[in-house]
């Protein structure tokens, strides 16, 4: 039942299970678990070095009921996503990017952390270990759920005196039930998911059971999700329960409106087109790799972005709202609800929204060159 990992010869032959695909039901992906065959794992001493990892069979684990991560939320997660090419090869998206925001989070949390390379062989060893589970191109893809959980047990308030490295992946589709429609946020301005100097900046497990309150009310009232506001102000824009938020507006339109309805006169130099803004990472918002690529792609496609403070104001002014994350790509906003107002943004996904999410993902699924460099083939 174990493989030992990080060794090529040990890995499943491309060619073999190319072809191979588990037997489920690939049009109807969601984004729940579907247990797959491995998953890996790999402790790490008193020294905190992590040594071979290895790749056992998919299931239960064993925890000391005195654990650091189950008494004191000593943990951290990650999430990326493997893509099954048209030639059948497989593609990772920014691996590297996710290991090194597990060491970033690892730091804050008092945690040893895996290597650089030792994360990213895992993660490769993990998913050709899984391979028949990659949706077919165009169903979905393998969600890849790296963990660092202090194991160790522990009493007294402290790090714990063991880690373990721990992955396992899943098929998935769309995150929200919505699909690829637009979803329904509502804003939340008094339960908050972060705080100035707490550990909202990084990926640890208790920022995700901190949102379960406000967005069990949102899901009851029928809103897809919760957007947060800043917890000093109540005022700025921070992120949804599970991804970034981007705002886009159209300063021609803003223009034209003042054009005609003022008669100003047009100055050459007003900006023109639309202005996309995201909450700059300070401390208390989640540096997603997505929001981070998106950026790139967009500033690529000769958008104008801007990282700053987002006041909730400016979403009555927007054209368009979307959200980006590694589990919801790029989900368009269809409207946001806030202190019982509601302001829409169309039915359908927004034209910026939809070329950045087409950008994006031809370049995850290899159906477009890859220029910035970000894929990593298996
Ligand atoms: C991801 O996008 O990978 C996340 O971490 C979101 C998760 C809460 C599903």
């Given amino acids: 039942n174990v493989l030992q990992a990080s060794s090529s010869s040990l890995r499943p032959s491309a060619t073999v299970s190319a072809i191979e695909l588990a037997d489920i039901d690939w049009d109807n992906l969601g984004f729940g678990l579907q247990p797959t065959d491995y998953m890996y794992f790999m402790k790490c001493d008193q020294g905190g070095t992590f040594t071979k990892g290895q790749l056992k069979r998919f299931g239960n684990i064993e925890l000391n009921p005195s654990a650091g991560v189950l008494n004191y939320g000593q943990g951290l997660f990650e999430g990326l996503k493997a893509y099954r090419k048209e030639d059948g090869n497989i593609l990772l998206f920014r691996p590297e990017e996710n290991a090194l925001r597990m060491k970033m989070g690892a730091e804050r949390m008092c945690m040893p952390s895996p290597s650089v390379e030792q994360f990213v062989e895992a993660v490769k060893d993990t998913v050709l270990a899984n391979k028949r589970w990659i949706p077919p191109q165009g169903k979905g893809s393998l969600y890849i ?169 400016e979403l009555v002014e927007a054209d368009e709202v979307f959200c980006t994350g590694t589990a919801v790509v790029v989900s368009p906003v269809g409207s946001v609800t806030y202190h019982g107002k509601k302001v829409s943004y169309g039915d359908g996904i927004g034209a910026v929204s939809q070329q950045l999410y087409t950008v994006l993902t031809r370049l995850q699924m290899g159906l477009a060159e890859d220029n910035m460099n970000w894929t990593v083939e298996l």
């Fill in 145 to 313: 759920r790296p963990l660092l959980m202090g194991s160790g047990a522990v009493l007294g308030l402290a790090p714990a005196p063991e880690y373990t490295f721990l992955i396992y992946v899943s098929p998935v589709g769309n995150y929200f039930k919505e699909g690829l429609a637009p979803i329904n946020l509502i804003v939340e301005s008094e339960l908050h998911r972060a705080t100035p100097g707490g550990t909202g900046g990084v990926k640890t497990i208790g920022n995700y059971a901190a949102v379960l309150k406000a967005q069990s009310a949102a899901k009851a009232k029928g809103y897809s999700d919760v957007l947060y506001l800043d917890c000093v102000h109540k005022r700025y824009l921070e992120e949804v329960s599970s991804c970034n938020i981007f705002v886009v507006k159209n300063e021609l339109h803003h223009l034209m409106f003042w054009y005609c309805t003022c008669k100003i006169s047009m100055a050459a130099s007003w900006p023109m087109g639309n202005v996309i803004s995201t909450p700059s990472i300070k401390g208390t918002i989640l540096p997603g790799i997505t929001r981070k690529s998106i950026i790139d792609v967009a500033r690529s496609q000769g958008f104008e972005v801007e990282e700053r403070l987002v006041s909730v104001d």
